[in-house]
């Protein structure tokens, strides 16, 4: 079978199952497994695809974008994991950014008390006072979707704060194409966050690697990445640009 055919074949079958295995394609088009994963990363290096753990899957539209509800019930435990490493990482007496993400959310038990937190996130409010931590809510327009506070306002009043760290969320990280989001301007929030942080942190669990979205947030060397388990060559290729923290049980 020509290495054409052998493509189609791979891309055809991704639009139908969106995830497809290693040995399904091995069967599929009656080729080798290194054959496979040879059409695997050159299609990946094409941006037709990403390259998982076992098999490859389709790549997110560049605008698409879930809801917070929907957010919230993927890959939790992932986020928990990755979210109790990052608080532990804020140290009494810091003051710090928490973005409006779901993964973001999952680090308000673990935080220490004694700490001033500024967010986005209305989701946030009610678990950070709970808590008791002190807390401010910076202005804007709330996104429905996500429930961030964007614009205008937003950036307005942000900048009025500098932070020990900030703890962001993103929707895609591309070692060429840097930290993106669909939404231009919850890009520019979290961008104006980094660059306001001493310490900036991205926590993304394993899903939203070799994805790329509309609005680019900042080069992956703005920020350290918080993680779960990754293909050992594409964690070689990210160390290479940034730091990366890779959380295991």
């Not at 804020?90 to 308000?108: P, Q």
């Amino acid at each position: 079978m020509l290495e054409s055919e052998r493509h189609q074949i791979i891309l055809n079958l991704l639009k139908v199952k969106k995830t497809v295995k290693l040995q399904e394609l091995v069967e599929l088009t009656n080729s080798s497994e290194s054959t496979v994963r040879r059409d695997l990363t050159l299609l990946e290096q094409k941006k037709f695809l990403k390259r998982v753990h076992g098999g490859a899957s389709q790549l997110q539209g560049k605008l698409f974008e879930s809801s917070i509800t929907e957010k919230s019930t993927k890959n939790v435990h992932d986020k928990q994991l990755i979210a109790r490493f990052a608080a532990s990482l804020v140290e009494e007496g810091d003051s710090i950014y928490l973005d409006a993400g779901s993964t973001i959310f999952e680090l308000i038990p673990f935080l220490p008390v004694n700490i001033v937190v500024v967010t986005n996130g209305l989701n946030h409010i009610p678990a950070l006072l709970n808590r008791g931590i002190k807390s401010f809510l910076i202005g804007g327009f709330c996104k429905p979707k996500t429930n961030a506070l964007i614009g205008r306002g937003a950036m307005e009043g942000l900048r009025q704060y500098r932070f020990d760290k900030c703890f962001m969320g993103t929707n895609g990280i591309h070692s060429e194409y840097g930290f993106t989001t669909p939404d231009q301007e919850e890009a520019m929030i979290k961008q104006q966050a980094i660059s306001l942080s001493r310490e900036a942190f991205v926590l993304a669990d394993a899903s939203k690697f070799s994805e790329i979205f509309f609005a680019k947030i900042s080069d992956l060397s703005e920020a350290t990445i918080i993680t779960t388990c990754l293909e050992e060559d594409l964690e070689r290729k990210i160390t290479r640009i940034t730091k990366l923290k890779v959380v295991t049980e």
